[in-house]
């Protein structure tokens, strides 16, 4: 072979690995080789292409971010029109639905007894029209208004999620597929935390950076957001022979290499629709994508020949909508709302709105940077958001409907509960009261409340309506106070019968057999979150130890730094918390002694294991099961692969789940994780 045979074998080789590199990470989810040997291959392939430019391609993946900036965008006239969906907002909308299609299909005698759909998440991106040419990527598009879009190509060629070329040997003429382009919600929150450190402003919602992200000039740019794609139908076709349903044009994309939303499903009838529209909604704050509902297709092409469309929706679908996530309302007014460590919240007291499934009469501004940066005032209308149970938050002021008269906002100098002084920390964003848990009440009683959380000393009964209560009363005005409340004292607040006061003795008196793990989280020391805690217990073993660590000790400890290591040596260099935990072990607060210190790092089912988290944990938060794990020798990552020896699923798993399945992975419930922890 000459050398220049040679050199063109080897830029053939490399880019087919690179292509299959790409669509094994991108598309499936599932990362076969690391990202140095990634970088290398494709270094190679570029050095190869400047020394032998004869070989470069233009669908090579050197070429993704190859395009210059472009002027402006063109216009693209779209073969086949890009429609939209009629909207269901009910089940009563969804059985019309079904009943209209039985109706129609019965005046052309082709209706069956039951019709199939397929159902799917109904994605809140944008929608893209990508084409290829004998398997090769020639146009991408906009929807624009339907018949004509704007040119993207220059754009698109950047997601490594669509392919350049075909997979497979199938490969029509001609082939246009339709999708939508969104940000996933993880890549949304990293991209707004980059903005905001860059003072820069940030995205509203995952779907306005997708738009803003696509609609670039610079293709550079668009490359550095992590947008990705799913196909969910076929424009134009030509020279292929379809299948019999939707479901199976879907398979087939999924074979050509594009991505494929996993949560799709074949369905039957409106009973199935609902189900599924169920399903989904319940998981919708765990998915990793933003949906503003879902869609039901008629599963069969045929049907859907003969349904057709009307005006310019297609008679065989429709858009079953979640209620709204974000609405707009009026500020009436402002409150601070003093939290757990004194910190001083700003609370937008609201026209109610209904916004995702409830009436919401409050919002957070989180601290006064983001009432800054947004521009936020007493009497502006703003957009607020409620996703599941997040607290809502005000995203942004409607500035076009600003009132000419409305109220700065500013920071109180004493603190609404207590008078103590307000103090900001340089660089820190928040503004605290400076009166402690001893003085201030609203901090005592957000201490007391946390101290019997669920995932601290778990004491079942003790809701802040009963916190309140016993704080007003002066019944506890320390931790310790609360291990010695009588039955005279709980009866004799108001809504706390003989036996609820019975109830709450008995889950106290439980709650004194602990961990040192969640006494630890209880206690409440600023920066010690579930995970630190754990981390700390599982280090030291024993209390003393901690109370007594050097900084040097504590920052030997992974996840420890020095702002750690100096709130823990604050907190128990104080008298006063040095008797409240004295005070709390001569109570019978008490927690089993460590078998062997560090004895767990040597567990051998966990050991050298890589875990996948997925789904709700009841039992611990993520991050405690992540520390743990890890304290255990094991690995946790993100995404399912091959490379995974056990998913643990918890409540309500979603795709990672069908993936290990598919995979063959091993599949672990909370309890049984928790069985191979001890
Ligand atoms: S099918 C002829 N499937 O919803 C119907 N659309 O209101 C073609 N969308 O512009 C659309 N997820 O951007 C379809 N799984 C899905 C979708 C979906 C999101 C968007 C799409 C379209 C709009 C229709």
Redesign the pocket.
């Known amino acids: 072979m000459t050398a220049p045979q040679k050199a063109r074998q080897r830029a053939e080789t490399l880019r087919e690995q690179l292509d299959r590199a790409n669509h094994q990470y991108h598309v499936l989810d599932d990362p076969d080789i690391p990202d140095v040997e990634y970088d290398r291959l494709f270094h190679e392939l570029r050095k190869l292409e400047e020394d032998h430019p004869d070989l470069l391609l233009a669908n090579s993946p050197t070429q993704r971010v190859g395009a210059s900036p472009i002027g402006k965008f063109q216009q693209v006239t779209h073969r086949v029109p ?4 009629g909207n269901a907002f009910s089940e009563e909308d969804v059985h019309d639905f079904e009943h209209r299609l039985i109706e129609r299909l019965k005046k052309d005698h082709v209706a069956p007894d039951d019709i199939e759909f397929a159902a ?8 893209v029209s990508i084409s290829y040419e004998n398997g090769r990527l020639v146009r991408a598009a906009t ?1 624009g208004d339907g018949s004509t879009g704007e040119d993207i190509t220059h754009n698109i060629r950047t997601l490594k999620s669509v392919p350049l070329e075909l997979r497979g040997n199938d490969k029509p003429p001609f082939l246009e597929v ?1 999708g ?1 382009v969104y940000l996933p919600i993880e890549g949304f929150r990293i991209m707004n935390e980059r903005l905001a450190k860059d003072g820069l402003k940030e995205f509203k919602n995952p779907r306005n950076a997708a738009a803003g992200s696509l609609r670039q000039l610079d293709p550079k740019e668009t490359a550095k957001r992590p947008l990705t794609v ?1 196909m ?2 076929l424009g134009e076709i030509s020279g292929w022979q379809l299948p019999d349903t939707h479901s199976e044009v879907m398979d087939q994309l999924t074979n050509w290499g594009f991505r494929v ?1 996993p949560d ?1 499903r074949v369905v039957q009838g409106a009973e199935g629709c609902l189900e599924f529209h169920q399903s989904l909604l319940k998981r919708r704050d765990q998915l990793p994508y933003e ?1 503003d509902g879902v ?1 039901y ?1 008629v599963n069969s092409l045929g049907l859907q020949d003969s349904l057709g469309f009307v005006s310019r ?2 008679r065989w ?1 429709v ?1 079953h909508k979640f209620p709204a996530q974000e609405e707009i309302t009026k500020i009436l007014d402002i409150e601070f709302q003093v939290g757990r460590t004194g910190a001083l919240t700003p609370v937008a007291r609201l026209d109610p709105v209904f916004v995702g499934g409830v009436t919401v009469s409050n919002a957070t501004l989180h601290n006064m940077d983001e009432v800054e940066r947004k521009d936020v005032r007493i009497g502006d209308t703003v957009i607020v958001r409620r996703a599941g149970d997040v607290i809502p938050e005000v995203v942004s002021v409607v500035t076009s409907q600003r009132p000419k008269k409305t109220r700065k906002i500013v920071m109180l100098e004493q603190c609404p509960e207590c008078a103590s002084p307000v103090e900001r920390v340089e660089g820190e964003a928040v503004s605290r009261c400076t009166g402690g848990p001893e003085i201030c009440p609203a901090q005592f009683k957000q201490s007391l409340w946390h101290f019997g959380s669920r995932r601290a000393l778990d004491i079942d009964g003790l809701g802040d309506k009963v916190v309140d209560a016993l704080v007003d009363h002066k019944f506890v005005t320390a931790l310790d106070q609360l291990f010695m409340l009588e039955q005279g004292q709980l009866v004799s607040l108001e809504r706390m019968g003989e036996k609820s006061a019975r109830k709450l003795l008995d889950s106290i008196e439980k709650s004194k057999t602990t961990t040192l793990a969640r006494f630890l989280y209880g206690l409440g020391i600023r920066e010690v979150g579930e995970s630190t805690a754990a981390t700390l217990a599982d280090h030291f073993g024993d209390l003393g130890a901690i109370e007594n660590a050097t900084e040097q000790e504590l920052t030997d400890v992974t996840d420890v730094g020095p702002i750690v290591a100096s709130r823990i040596l604050d907190y128990f260099s104080q008298s006063s918390h040095q008797t409240l935990v004295k005070e709390l072990l001569d109570l019978g607060v008490n927690w089993p002694a460590p078998a062997v210190v560090g004895a767990s790092s040597q567990n051998e089912a966990i050991s050298g294991k890589t875990f996948v988290l997925t789904g709700t944990l009841v039992e611990m938060k993520r991050d405690e099961a992540k520390t743990k794990i890890i304290a255990a020798g094991g690995k946790v990552t993100g995404s399912v692969s091959r490379n995974t020896d056990f998913l643990v699923a918890g409540e309500n798993a979603g795709s990672k789940l069908a993936k290990a399945e598919q995979l063959g992975v091993n599949i672990l419930s909370e309890t049984e994780l928790l069985g191979l922890l001890s």
């Open positions: 890009m429609r939209s969906l799917e998440p109904k994605l809140d991106g944008l929608a929807r339709r939508e799913y969910y139908s939303c799709n949906i869609v297709k929706a297609p679908a858009a």
